[in-house]
Structures are given as structure tokens and as C-alpha cells.
């Protein structure tokens, strides 16, 4: 089972959406015994429980259950000759387990001072966040489980990479970075918080630049810039991170998506952080 297992880790790192099928129980003559398990996400399965009609069966509730974005396990008893037509004669009780993704599905560019305070107020929280950076020595050498570093001096690259739904932030210690960064992300229609840290002007010089490149729809449209709740006013890398966080977990939560950020002045511009 070890390569199953270790695939299943993959699936998880990546975000995939998947249900967990265990035989909890298998009476008399069954195609595997009790333990046997395997998966299932929207397109592909991973591992079998035996093949044939049973299999069929448990994979098309596994996806049933997908599709209703269900969290709580299910489970389910087939006499296999019966129900299912099965030659062997024996019954299985089967269960369905969903393991969704984070509600909050975080890609941090940059490993500033705001950043770092970000991730230490997300952190221990039950949220994914991949950390990308180039400098190596910026990031904490302690981290929580849940926060994965990668070290890539052409942090773009990784967008392409991301789980569908996850959110995206830029705060490197580079404008042209963040320019590369945020048109790569806003050229994603399925990542729906692509937020850039710094002032309305920051924002409006890259809306020129954006528009250049083709993406000036998007970028209007899409573009959080300036981060955070409105109305905090604290300048201190801390107090933006927990503004900032709190925006992330309300639209996490359902709230919308405040396209054009909320209005700021020089005084709010947050670049001499990102450091």
C-alpha cells in the first residue's frame, strides 16, 4: 500500500478533491478482504476494491458525493450476488470518506516582513499555504504543516501549478516580479483572489501595465489592490497581515471579492514592508 499512499500525498498536495473508499467489513466469498481501499477523484481512481459491478458502484457514489461537496463520511452494506449480480456470494459493508481541499487555498508570493507576519496569523489555522521566494534565508525555520516553501527565483512558473480555487498574493520585494506574478495569475479565470499589496497608486500604474499585455478586463475587474479590510489604518506589518487575513477568511466564507480594493491613499501604501 505504500504506493498508493504516497500517491493519495499527491493528490492532497495538489488540492484534489477526492473520497476515500474503505471495505470496513467483507462476509464470505468477496473479491478482497476488510482494509482494502482505494480512491477516487473526478477523473481519475486510485487502488481497487475488486473490480466488476462493486467497484463500479462505489466509484459512481464516490463522484455522487464529490458533486454534492459532501463532508461527512457515508456508508453503504451490498450483498454482491443479490444487489450487484455478482457470482461470489458474500456481502461487504463499504466506507465513503470525503477529504476536500481547504476552504482557504493560499499562494504567498514573497517572504517580507508582511508576509511573515501573514503566515503567523494563518499558519496554525487548518488552511494550505505555499510560500514561494527566491531567497532561501527569508523564511522561517520553524513552520506549521500546513504551510509548504518553495525556493524559485521565477516564482510566475508556479502559477500554472496551482489548484483551481486557490487564492492568490502577491508581496514580493520586486515591482517587476509582482508585475509578472499578477498577470500570470490573473490570466487564470478559475483563481478568484488575486490580491497585490501597496497604495491606489500602485494599483493604478499597474492597471497601465496590465492593459498593456492584454489583460486589462481582468485586471480591472480582478485586481485587489490595495489588501485587506477597509477602514484598520495600521501601518505595522502585523496589523495589515491581520487585516489582511481577515479579508482572505471572509471571501474563504463566501463574501465577495472587492475587485478594486478598497480606497486608499500614499499613506496606505504597504510596498516599504515587502522586503
Known amino acids: 500500500m505504500r504506493g498508493f499512499f504516497a500517491a493519495l500525498a499527491d ?11 474503505t471495505l470496513l467489513d467483507a462476509q464470505g466469498s468477496t473479491p478482497r478482504q476488510a482494509g ?13 476494491i475488486g473490480g466488476g459491478a462493486l467497484e463500479f458502484e ?3 457514489l464516490g463522484r455522487e458525493l464529490l458533486v454534492k461537496r459532501a463532508a461527512v463520511p457515508v456508508t453503504r452494506k ?3 450476488g443479490p444487489t450487484l449480480g455478482q457470482c461470489c456470494g458474500g456481502s461487504v459493508t463499504v466506507s465513503f470518506e470525503p477529504i476536500l481541499p481547504p476552504a482557504l487555498t493560499l499562494a504567498l508570493f514573497g517572504a517580507g516582513h508582511v508576509a511573515k507576519a501573514l503566515v503567523a496569523v494563518l499558519g496554525p489555522l487548518p ?7 527566491a531567497r532561501p534565508d527569508e523564511f522561517p525555520e520553524s513552520l506549521p504543516s500546513q504551510v509548504a516553501v518553495h525556493v524559485t527565483p521565477h516564482a510566475a512558473s508556479i502559477i500554472p501549478s496551482l489548484p483551481a480555487g486557490c487564492f492568490v498574493l502577491v508581496m514580493t520585494h520586486d515591482h517587476a516580479l509582482d508585475l509578472d506574478i499578477t498577470a500570470a495569475a490573473l490570466g487564470r479565470a478559475d483563481l478568484p483572489y488575486v490580491g497585490l499589496i501597496g497604495s491606489a497608486t500602485k494599483r493604478a500604474r499597474f492597471l497601465k501595465r496590465l492593459a498593456a499585455i492584454g489583460l486589462a478586463e481582468a485586471a480591472a475587474t480582478r485586481l485587489v489592490c490595495p489588501i485587506g479590510l477597509p477602514s484598520t489604518g495600521g501601518k505595522d506589518p502585523r496589523e495589515i497581515a491581520i487585516a489582511t487575513a481577515a479579508q482572505l477568511l471572509q471571501i474563504a466564507s463566501g463574501a465577495l471579492v ?6 486608499a491613499t500614499e499613506e496606505h501604501d504597504h510596498d516599504r514592508f515587502d522586503r
Open 11 to 21: 493528490w492532497e498536495r495538489a488540492g484534489t478533491p477526492l473520497v476515500l473508499i
Open 58 to 60: 462505489a466509484i459512481a
Open 36 to 48: 482494502t481501499k482505494m480512491a477516487v477523484s473526478a477523473g481519475k481512481v486510485l487502488g481497487t
Open 258 to 263: 472587492p475587485a478594486v480594493g478598497f480606497p
Open 78 to 80: 451490498w450483498p454482491l
Open 127 to 133: 488552511r494550505r499555504i505555499d510560500w514561494i521566494d
